[in-house]
């Protein structure tokens, strides 16, 4: 929507009653408008919060889930952006009848989905000073961006007003899922930009990514300056907190307890004394080394090394040495075991269900792996295996329809399926 228009609107504000819809226009360009609400009031505003919108139903895990279902489709990516109460992502039209959504349409749309309680939501906006575009709609209140500044204050919400986009960066307090108002009035005259709803998008605080509808449709993209808005973060939940010691592990990552777990006992460490790295690659070494641990730490039988790529003094050389041992593993036919190579997740599996069965352990397991569309991917030595592991519930899917068998193995996915692995086997370890 242009500026021209939104002066039109502006007029049209001379001729409908007070609580109308308001001059608002979602426009994702960078401006030196003067905000007309001084900072220190907009904080003022924002203080004494002790609810987080979690109030309402709706959670950080829900929020997470259904916009990652969607990241690369067109559910809501596309959607065209039509000021006004708009609420409608070309997934699912039904609220207006044909694809739009404004800025605030987008959110609204996703924490309804997500649990929202609107009506309770609603009834707290309306406790004070608000919009509704002049529609009849069902949810209209939840469509225009300045309600938000009202349900802060109205529901005593936890809110940060921060006095630039590079304030709220560095800040520390984003998290992926929670609301950003960029908010420069909530009573609107001729000639002025909108508030603007986003959802904050990135994996940690500092990174600039937001997910929201503006100019040119629903995108995932940065958060522009807006010189002159003052930046409000509406927390979803209470605040995450690091795990094990770990900055780049939470407490709501799905495989927190696994990284716990694995600092706990000793089993895996970190690449640095405070990263865990849980999206790096996991290698053959690597694997066997937790897997010997995880064993107590046997000495193998020979001091000699068969593999002509590892060295006595490697951390992981007692551990192939002891895999070979128990024929858990084996190495290539240049003589060489590849230490550095990166695992598989069906290699996983393999090397598993051999220690399983040099321990003689019970592996009679066998899961129809049908429902997997990638199942005609896994290597015909791993069959046998992947069956095993997704049966004993150590190796699951990625989705409800994808199992990935050679996909490399994550960090996290390694702690989780080791952790899953150890405690399903006899408490006292299996030399």
């Not at 709501?252 to 460490?269: C, F, P, R």
């Not at 002509?308 to 007692?318: I, T």
Request: proline residues 5%; hydrophobic residues 40%; aromatic residues 12%.
């Amino acid at each position: 929507m242009r500026k021209g228009f939104a002066l039109f609107l502006a007029f049209l504000l001379l001729l409908v009653p007070t609580k109308a819809w308001a001059a608002e226009t979602c426009e994702n360009v960078e401006t030196a408008f003067n905000a007309k609400v001084p900072f220190a009031t907009v904080q003022a505003r924002c203080a004494g919060g002790t609810n987080y919108l979690s109030k309402y139903g709706v959670t950080r895990k829900r929020v997470i889930a259904e916009l990652t279902a969607h990241e690369k489709d067109g559910y809501y990516l596309g959607t065209p952006y039509i000021g006004g109460d708009w609420q409608s992502p070309r997934g699912d039209p039904s609220y207006n009848g044909t694809p739009g959504m404004n800025c605030t349409g987008f959110p609204s749309y996703v924490l309804r989905k997500c649990g929202l309680n609107a009506e309770m939501a609603m009834k707290d906006i309306r406790k004070g000073s608000y919009h509704n575009w002049g529609s009849s709609k069902k949810y209209s209140v939840l469509a225009a961006a300045s309600n938000y500044m009202t349900l802060v204050e109205k529901g005593k919400l936890v809110a940060y007003a921060y006095e630039s986009r590079e304030a709220l960066l560095a800040g520390g307090k984003c998290e992926k899922g929670d609301i950003i108002l960029r908010f420069w009035t909530d009573n609107f005259g001729p000639g002025d930009y909108d508030n603007h709803m986003m959802i904050f998008w990135g994996s940690r605080p500092n990174e600039n990514k937001i997910w929201h509808s503006a100019t040119g449709g629903n995108q995932i993209g940065s958060m522009i300056p807006g010189n002159g808005a003052t930046f409000v973060l509406i927390k979803l939940e209470s605040p995450a907190k690091n795990v094990a010691g770990f900055r780049d592990v939470w407490d709501n990552d799905w495989y927190a307890e696994a990284v716990q777990y694995m600092k706990d006992t000793g089993l895996m460490s970190g690449i640095e004394e405070t990263v865990f790295a849980p999206q790096g690659i996991t290698t053959r070494g690597q694997f066997l080394a937790v897997l010997w641990r995880m064993a107590g730490r046997p000495e193998p039988l020979s001091q000699a090394m068969e593999f002509s790529d590892v060295q006595p003094e490697q951390y992981y050389a007692k551990a192939i040495s002891w895999a070979r041992e128990k024929n858990i593993v084996a190495g290539y036919e240049d003589g060489t075991f590849r230490p550095g190579e990166t695992l598989l997740r069906q290699d996983m599996a393999v090397i598993l269900y051999n220690y399983c069965n040099s321990m003689g352990l019970s592996t009679d397991a066998s899961a129809d792996l049908s429902k997997y569309q990638d199942v005609g991917k896994i290597a015909p030595y791993a069959r046998i295996a992947m069956k095993w592991a997704n049966a004993e519930g150590l190796i699951a899917g990625i989705s409800a329809t994808t199992l990935s068998p050679i996909s490399f193995a994550l960090r996290c996915q390694t702690a989780a399926i080791l952790m899953r692995f150890q405690k399903s086997l006899p408490q006292e370890p299996i030399l």
